[in-house]
């Protein structure tokens, strides 16, 4: 793999979930806009950056097909660790900027929190982008949860591609549709400010 995946597996290795800058305790936020999605409960979610997220043990619990992807081994490790088995898991190890396999269920939702902003080259924004839109089903929600335009210029020692509004809308393209979107202060574990902005869509029928 590549170095990026090096300096996850550093940072997952040599942490406690609650010491990870991006830790979420609450997941009200995120929440509130997967509340909005119908049948939510039966659906597939795809989560770009999984990591150790409380919000997969939430959404298993709800009823939730997952697919759970990360491009740190360790993270996943950790993770099959806290929640064992369940055949209503696919692990993806895999750079979210690179085809998907072929194998990958469609998804009804995808959620990404704070894992698009790390990708800096135009190539691979585009990519990514490319990945959400052949991830979903015509009908389903994205909801993507980014560093703003205000906000810090790095996080995790690297830097960082932030989003307005109106550029994330342009990249989602004419496919999708913005239902909502929030700015939001997320309070990082040691208690430092981090503007994010929620942005949630839907992908037209065609």
Request: aromatic share 16%; proline share 3%.
């Given at each position: 793999m590549t170095t990026t995946n090096k300096h996850w597996n550093d940072i997952f290795s040599a942490n406690d979930d609650q010491e990870l800058g991006w830790?979420?305790?609450?997941l009200s936020q995120t929440l509130k806009f997967i509340d909005q999605v119908p049948q939510h409960r039966s659906a597939t979610v795809?989560?770009?950056?999984?990591?150790?997220?409380?919000?997969v043990d939430e959404l298993l619990a709800r009823g939730c097909d997952l697919i759970l992807n990360d491009i740190s081994d360790k993270a996943l490790d950790k993770l099959k660790n806290r929640i064992g088995v369940d055949d209503r898991l696919v692990w993806l190890h895999h750079d979210i900027f690179k085809a998907l396999p072929d194998n990958i269920p469609q998804s009804d939702l995808w959620i990404d929190r704070a894992v698009l902003h790390f990708l800096l080259d135009e190539g691979a924004i585009n990519k990514y982008f490319e990945?959400?839109?052949?991830?979903?089903?015509?009908?389903?929600y994205a909801l993507l949860a980014e560093f703003s335009i205000e906000g810090a210029s790095m996080c995790a020692g690297l830097e960082l591609h932030r989003y307005s509004i109106e550029e994330m809308t342009e990249r989602m393209g004419e496919?999708?549709?913005?239902?909502?979107?929030?700015?939001?202060?997320?309070i990082n574990p040691f208690g430092d400010p981090r503007p994010y902005i929620y942005a949630f869509y839907r992908k037209n029928n065609g």
């Open positions: 830790y979420e305790g609450d795809f989560l770009p950056g999984a990591g150790t997220s409380l919000l990945n959400l839109n052949s991830a979903l089903c015509q009908g389903g496919d999708f549709e913005l239902v909502e979107y929030e700015k939001y202060t997320f």
